[in-house]
């Protein structure tokens, strides 16, 4: 009786690098501010992330300007179409947290 693997699950598999390649990590918190906008947009919109597209492409840009990432054109990145003024019927305000209401 055998415990370990079967032979054939190792067979053709091989490991290939991301698309994009990796980045570094933000350990100096230089695009802080504008992840937690994202994320604060994110919260407010019970997670539905198309009224926060400006924040993610605000985001990216700073990435891209301290040298986190390799600059890329925003249509590559699907926010080509993005130019602040979208979704107008969905909140980007903050909420009260009683009534879920914008405040």
């Known amino acids: 009786m055998s415990f370990g693997r079967p ?20 350990h100096e918190g230089e695009c802080k501010d504008q992840m937690m906008q994202y994320m604060d ?18 985001y ?15 249509k590559n990145l699907g926010l080509g179409n993005v130019d602040g003024t979208e979704n107008p019927g969905l909140s980007t305000e903050p909420l009260d947290k009683s009534s879920m209401k914008p405040v």
């Open 7 to 26: 032979p054939s699950i190792n067979v053709g598999f091989k490991t290939t690098p991301p698309d994009r390649g990796s980045f570094p990590l933000d």
């Open 41 to 58: 947009c994110l919260k407010k919109n019970s997670s539905t992330s198309t009224p926060c597209r400006i924040f993610s492409k605000q």
């Open 60 to 74: 990216l840009e700073c990435r891209m300007t301290k040298g986190l990432m390799e600059r890329d054109d925003f």
